[in-house]
């Protein structure tokens, strides 16, 4: 495998090589791809806009972003994003990282899908959800070199994404749709699952046991 990509060099360490033989075989080509450009296009924002995220828990955390969604790492009746942050985590502490390092990767997993917030967090969750915009809604292309971004789809190919993708997160949410309240996973659903109705915060105000 390409050490190089785009200009953005793979971290060479033992972590880094099990996460992403952990990626490769416990999910399909669609989940591995993204999460590898999750890594270099959030490296190539981050470098715009003078972040400087430590590239291996980076790495770490683009790789286990979106792991809630899968059976082997989704096990409990909480959101995705903290299935996939609670074992990121648990792959750094059983490596020997300190708990501030898995800490770090922990959030950046736990708040990739969340607005605004991530920006805020310090630069490895940021760079992972600038990664994430990017390869889910094209938020940033437009600031790429035109040239790295092929290079990065050449490494790792869409393939048929948008359709795959939102499938991905159907069959990851539809057994478990109250963890998608106040959420964007509940467009998914809302979309593509017959019967399913989000719960409003105005609902949850008026419904609440109180008199007025």
């Given at each position: 495998?390409?050490?190089?990509?785009?200009?953005?060099?793979?971290?060479r360490t033992?972590?880094?090589?099990d996460?992403?033989?952990?990626?490769q075989?416990?999910?399909?080509?669609?989940?591995?791809?993204?999460?590898?450009?999750?890594?270099?296009?959030?490296?190539?924002h981050?470098?715009?806009?003078?972040?400087?995220?430590?590239?291996?828990?980076?790495?770490?955390?683009?790789?286990?972003?979106?792991?809630?969604?899968?059976?082997?790492?989704?096990?409990?009746?909480?959101?995705?994003e903290?299935?996939?942050?609670d074992?990121?985590?648990?792959?750094?502490?059983d490596?020997?990282?300190?708990?501030?390092?898995?800490?770090?990767v922990?959030?950046?997993?736990?708040?990739?899908t969340?607005?605004?917030?991530?920006?805020?967090?310090?630069?490895?969750?940021?760079?992972?959800?600038?990664?994430v915009?990017?390869?889910?809604?094209?938020?940033?292309?437009?600031?790429?070199?035109?040239?790295?971004?092929?290079?990065?789809?050449?490494?790792h190919?869409?393939?048929?994404?948008?359709?795959?993708?939102?499938?991905?997160?159907?069959?990851?949410?539809?057994?478990?749709?109250?963890t998608?309240?106040?959420?964007?996973?509940?467009?998914?659903?809302?979309?593509?699952v017959p019967g399913?109705?989000?719960?409003?915060?105005?609902?949850r105000?008026l419904?609440?046991?109180?008199?007025?």
């Amino acid at each position: 495998m390409t050490d190089t990509i785009a200009g953005v060099d793979i971290p060479r360490t033992t972590a880094v090589a099990d996460a992403t033989h952990v990626l490769q075989e416990t999910t399909g080509p669609l989940l591995f791809h993204h999460s590898r450009r999750v890594f270099l296009f959030g490296t190539l924002h981050a470098r715009a806009l003078g972040l400087e995220p430590d590239p291996e828990l980076l790495y770490l955390s683009a790789m286990f972003h979106d792991t809630g969604l899968l059976t082997p790492f989704s096990d409990t009746e909480q959101r995705f994003e903290l299935d996939g942050a609670d074992h990121a985590r648990k792959f750094l502490l059983d490596r020997g990282f300190p708990e501030n390092s898995a800490d770090v990767v922990w959030a950046a997993v736990a708040l990739h899908t969340t607005p605004g917030i991530p920006g805020r967090m310090g630069a490895e969750a940021a760079a992972t959800h600038y990664g994430v915009l990017t390869d889910a809604v094209g938020w940033g292309l437009d600031r790429l070199d035109p040239g790295q971004v092929d290079d990065i789809v050449a490494a790792h190919p869409r393939g048929d994404f948008k359709k795959e993708f939102l499938q991905l997160f159907v069959e990851g949410l539809k057994d478990r749709p109250d963890t998608t309240y106040g959420t964007v996973n509940a467009d998914v659903l809302e979309e593509f699952v017959p019967g399913f109705r989000r719960t409003s915060m105005v609902e949850r105000v008026l419904d609440a046991p109180w008199p007025k």
